[in-house]
């Protein structure tokens, strides 16, 4: 429901725009006759929350009482109204008026009811979308203020003081802190806004709450209205809700998590009986799912925060040891725990060790003998009484005084002085013990207790997990450096080896042996080669002295030696060599008479463990002579399918094992390894290849792709003994779908079947793509048999069975820069074929030398598309440079001179009047015409049947199409169109200019004297013709603003003229006024004023600064009438000959008259030395509704150099002036007509002008 | 022919151009048309000087100007074209021999010209158009008629300086015909004391007219008058603190303002039918309703800028009042001289309160030095004020709404500012003219008595003159206001402030013609800084107790 209020002084109107409003639109009006009670009912209504939503107001409201004003007061007190203003008919102003002054709209009366009913409907709609773009402002701003908030109770607030925002009295928000509370009913304040909201809501329980049951079942909001709530607000016990009595409606809205209900916003409008629109309430459901995502994410942050305070909790009763377990260091961290247990009894000889299982060793982390520590102290772990630790589970309590007996009971030798007592606790993990945490009593100290004891235990529990995962956290730190190395090297391999290939091997194995890499203690590389007979020793690292090699490691962990550091090293030759290294050189091993182990590895790929014992039996006696390795690994340095050669790689020196993980890791970086120096070989090798088939690349350069690839499939055919040799290169640009380039297809070979068939499928079939997808396909023999032959159904084939192939190789063709796929090369054999290793090298040797062919070409393709974007670069660059055509044009033919050797340029304009083309000026510096029959040739009228020269051809054809177009004469000799300006012309190329509309400029023209235009060079001079033509249509452009302000400069000139000329007329007027005035007895007085008043007006009327605008005026006579004058006054005759009877023209008789002067007097002085001057003076229509007026001299006609710029620029012969054209172009092209200079081969006279005008003919009157 | 139109002097012409030969003529045909022709003499830049000191001179009322002033053939000389700005409230129109639409257009809309005209053209045309613009402009031309004709002439007592010729009065004509474009006939009413012949009066020289003005038959709307800066600077406060800023409907809404040579006025309109200034309605009516209307002014109409109110600690309230007031009322307080207290108070009643001179008390412990500036009371608060709330600066309607007019003084202030000043108003109205002492005496200790600002002892039983009373409960009326709408309670504030009100009245006061009103003033100043400098101490002291 929509209310309404009428205000209008009308009764009757008014009632009728409420039945209206009432019978056909879901509203209710109240009708007012004055301001008064309208402001009464408004305010009333304002004040209840029930505000009127639209005024109906007419403009005028009784005499002088304004509508619009009235509009203004009632709207104030009721700001959320709008308004639609009647009006009078047809009183747009006042419309206006109120609509600036804030009505909606207004309606001029009388209306049509329906056009009231829509003005009301879509002023409806309006504010609903008014109040919608409001609301989901304040839906914005609260989520946005809710986020910044930190905690909940802030989030609760913003969300009751944005509900406020949106028009409720007060807001009060629920929370449900539980799953158990929502059954029970119970709900907690959490946060209230507006005035009157229960008091101490926050915090208040508010139990059984009447609303609860159905909020529960609702996934939307529900509104409860006054009696609703009343109703059920009798049963209810909540200590809150005896103030809880809105007038209104309560919108409730229940906000979900989930399944879980969280919370529930209550909104109501106080005292207030307002009720909410359907529009309102969905738009209160969208704000209840945001207000829900608010509160769920504070309360989440809240719980979160929970969390964290008990972890912190947690973290403070913990002990230190545990925190710092994992970063502190483990010696740091044993002196921290020995202090705290110092605390409770004497710890100045104190121990703890760790067991080294495979060396069985114990280290001492802390050893603290009287109160001294000692360093680095390591024992065998099968001495003393820690020995005895370790075999056993539980622990050591020996009491002082029985350490002597115990040791001897036991066979236990004990290092150093002999302690009184001894309390020993294991140190374990799981199952496994890790060391040893002991405590010593020398004689006269204090015995150890029981508790004492029980406290060791449990440290050592704390103890030992804090030691374990400080190891972990090492291992961790240690293996995450190693990574990086490791990642870090695969990737700055390829570069190393790049540079110096010895540099890759080098690197590997440092980083096989480093602290900083895997630490392996020595490493010895060997390499086969290429038939893989034979091991070469290739380099190594390491020494037989483990004093040397634990000297090294010493040093380097001292300088913190890192990658980095190495690199530079290496970079900077400065690393040394191992005898490793040295001795390497020296193996040489037959790998036929390799033990068998070695063997496995190369032929398997996979790594295999000598153990210390089979040394001697499984390594190849070189080796052993030179090298004594303790238990080794061996392992495979592969490349792909292939084996580059052996790693060996032993712990002699500090007997770590070979762990798995760490083997894992060398392999990984051999393999890296082995790609790069792959990919090394590779390159070398199709440089080799490359070398190999100069020929055919030396050529590829002047034949044709397809030329190149033929030659290709002929060598390949021929080598490889295939009966049919194909290569399909692959188009360029295709991502998802590769196709095949079918006009360049290379093959060699007879087939029984056309040549053509092979281009009749350019379908990519299942062999192609399985080509594509694995890089090559090898298949000996078709009717063997197997998965993939019948995957693919080779069998079925179209080619392969037309042509009987049994065989076949076929090897993507792939760019050896970015890998792209190119095409693909095919070698067919008619007979089944095992094929070797070789051939199939052989066979992607050619697919590499078809790849650098097709790759070329495409390069080559680059380099023209780099070209043409310098030339466009170029010529933006001059056209950004200059206005002027001739300086454009002199400057874009100079650049292209340039670029194009041994090419004569030229640019032709393009005539619309002359049709015709002619040279643009500024070309003849750069084209000379050279056949003396052509010397003076300077137009190129377009339409000769013959001879008409190839860029009339060309200029015809654009004018056809209105597209680019050109001609390409390989040969013009042969060419009947040729015009032979210049005899050593051989082959020419016109190319047409336009401008952005699609209309002809002009003619691009080159010559060559020796070779033809190629394709490249076509795409090029249409790049540069299309620069041309945006150039030349800019400069016309140009030309014409230059013309203009010429124009305009001269224009200010003579309104200074006019200027004075005013001030004087103004005067004269203003006198002979006055004469009239005080005069007015006088009648011939007046006359005579009268008189000189006609003067001074018609003096100010003429005159280029006059306003005065032209009239119908009889052309012929016109002219007729002030020629003979003109003429005579110079002693000029006039051969005249008027056909333009009865054509009227729009123009100013004084200006017509001044044009004519203008150009008796130009011609004038063209024939001031002639004894008789003349003048031909003709006049007929045009059949384009225009009438052309030929004014034509005897004299010498214009000179060429100036011809193209006398109605452009201020231009003369004479001394002076030179402006006279300029304005008379001017006067002409206000007249809506042109002028100009006809081509001077075209009449027997002097300078011909042809003035066109438009005629301004009234349709002939029929009676 | 009724009315006064037709006694009003011609149009004043102002003709400027650098061709003599043009000027003479266009001073004939100004004359020969009826207008009075004032001419702009000199050359270049001087015939420029001079065009502006003859505008005014003259109070011209129309200009012919030629468009270049200076150099005929610099296509960059508009100097006639600027000149129009200059020479305002002069309307132009432009002469010019360049007879172009773009100049004309260029005069009109970028320079503020109200036309434009060729040389070349027919003098009639030139005639057409002068006579059109002086029907918009002058009253005389569009024989408005204005009546009754006795308040045109009290406005010009009042608004114009005695030295100005009577020839230029016919701008107050004149401001009415251009706030009213279509009226026919005006009907003025005056609604403030305008050279009131009573005792009581805001200042020695008013400086506005408030008039209700009856345009043909429509709702009559306020219209107030005044000195041109007035006008410009009311205008211009109103805009940034009153229009939209007030609450309710009860408000002023400015309708048309227009700023001549000396005087200018502003329409304000209104709804409902305001019947008479706060001080006639003071006096009429009961308490209860002088209550009714005051609270829904301060706690309605200009409760929007209560709620912006901005506290500053360590401010001085002396500085605050000089910044809302100038500096001048506190150079007038350092030159006056008091009137010997003995002889106004009689009785000796001065000598026994042992009371401070106010005025010295005022320079010794404000004014002279800063550091010692005893104003600086608890935290200042500022809001925007009205400034000047004078009794006669409320209307109150029929239906007991108050209308606020007189914006010049608006802006950010002490908060308390109008309160105290409507109270003191009140005071110096009304108590200053009882001819009743005691009371007079009492009422002052009374209200100088409170400690918080919305408390004040309104029953004493000494009290028993009516008219005393009712204003007691006035007052206490206001301070409960002022407490509530600016949450205020140190009451020390507002004492000060009544304290510089009674200064700024006191010497502003003429000692010839007001003398007990002036006498009284300085008493209640007095017993003010007596109260302020022993604040401490009980109220009041014991030695006043046994006083009349």
Redesign the interface.
Known sequence: MCRVLILDDDAYGAEEVKMTLELNSNAKADVCVN?KDA?ALV?TASDSGKPYEIFLIDLILG???DGI?AM??LR??SPDSDAIIFTGFGDMESGLRAYHAGAFRYLSKPFDNQELLYLVEALKEWRKIQREHSWQKIFGGMMEAALKQKSFHAVAKVVVNHSLKLGFERAHLFWVPTREEVNTGNLFGEACAGKDSIPNFSGSLFPDWYGMERVRKSRNAIFINKDGLNERGQGSKGSGSKNFSPQGETAVLPLWRGEILIGILLLDYGRSDKILSEHERTLLNLFARQVSVVMDHASIYASEKWALKEADIIRNIVHDVTTQAAVASLPKLLEEVRNQIGQLMDVSNFAVALLDEEINELTFCLLCEQGKPKEGVRRPASQGLESFLLKQQGGLFLKNGDVKEFVEKNHIRVQGRMPAGWLGVPLRVGGATIGVLTLQRFAGDKDFSERDRQLLVSVADQLAAAIHISHLAEVEREDARRMQNLQRASVDMLWLARENESHLWDVVLTLATANFGLGFNRALLLTTNDNQRFLYGETGIGSDSRSDSERDWKRDEKRHYDFDAYLSDLQANKIIPTPFARRASKIKIELDGCPEVMRQVIKNGAREIISESDVHTKLPRDINRHFSFSTCAVLPVRAGKNTLGLLIVDNKHNRKNLDEKSLDRLQTLLDSAGLVRETLTQSRNSVSVLEANYDIMGEAGNQSLKDTLDHICKTARAISESDWAVIFPILPGGTERYKLDLNTIGHDGALKSPVRSIKSNPRIGGITQHVLEKGELIVSDIDGGGSMISRLNLTNSHFIRSEGVKALIGVLVRDPYSEEPLGILYLDYRRPREFSELEVRHAKSFASLAAVAISKVRHLDEIGQRKRLRVTLITTEIMGKELGLDEILAKVLQKMQGLFKHTELCVLLYDGDDHALKFAPATLKFYHIKNPEFKNRQIFPLGQPERGSIACKVAEKTLRTRKVEHINIPDVLSDRDYLPLNPKTRSELCISLMGSTGDLLGVLALERSASVFGKDDIDLIKTVARQLGLAIERAQHTERLRFLSTVSAMT?WS??I??????E???I???T??IR?FSSENPKICDYAAQIDES??LL?SVGP?S?QTGHRIPLDDSIKQCIKRLANQRGIQVIPQFEASGVYIHANPMELQRILKHLVRNADKAMSRLPEKKIKLSTHPLRDGRVEILFGDYGSGVDETVRADIFRRATSTKESGGYGLLLIRQLIEAMGGTIKLLPSDETDLGAVFSIRIPTANMPTPTE | MPGTARLLPPIRVLIIDN?K??VS??E??AS?WGYTPVIAEGEGIHLLADAKVKAREHRCQLALVDM?LVD??D?SDISGLDLIAQIKPASSIV??????AQVAVQSIHEKGAVDFV???????SIKAKLQKEALKISAKERRLKISPTNVLDMIAATLFEPALPAEYHDQIADVFAQLFPEAHRLRLEKMNNILATDEVSTAPRPRSVVLKVY?????PVIVKLARRHKVEKEVSRFLEYIDRRLV??FIP?LGKHVELWDIGGIKL?Y?GNIEQTFARFFQAQSVDKIQACLEKFFTYTWSAHYKKIKKKSNISLFDLYCDVWGEDWYERAQNFQSPDPEKAMGKNLWGRIRAADPVEWLIKNTGKDKKSDVSRVGTAYLAVTHGDLHADNLLVDDSQNAWVIDFERTGMGHALQDFIEIEFDIISRVACANENFPSFYRLCVAIAGSSRTGEIITDDPQLADAETQKILKTISIIRLLAEQCTHIEDSRQYLFGLFFNSIFRATIINAETHKRSQQRTLMLASILCHRLEHWDEPWPPDEWRDLP
Not at chain 1, 1058 to 1063: G, V
Not at chain 2, 95 to 100: E, I, R, T
Not at chain 2, 215 to 219: A, C, G, H, I, P
């Open positions: 301001l402001i305010t005499p002088g009482k004003e203004k007061i104030r007190a200010a309104s200074d006019a200027h004075d000329m005013n001030n007329v103004g005067k007027r203003g006198l006024y006055l005035e001074a007006r100010s600064w306003v | 061709d030969q043009s003529i266009f004939e045909l020969h270049r005929d053939s296509e002469v010019s021999g360049y007879g172009s060729g040389k070349e053209e027919d003098p009639l345009e043909d038959d429509l709702q309710g409907n809404v309109s709804v």
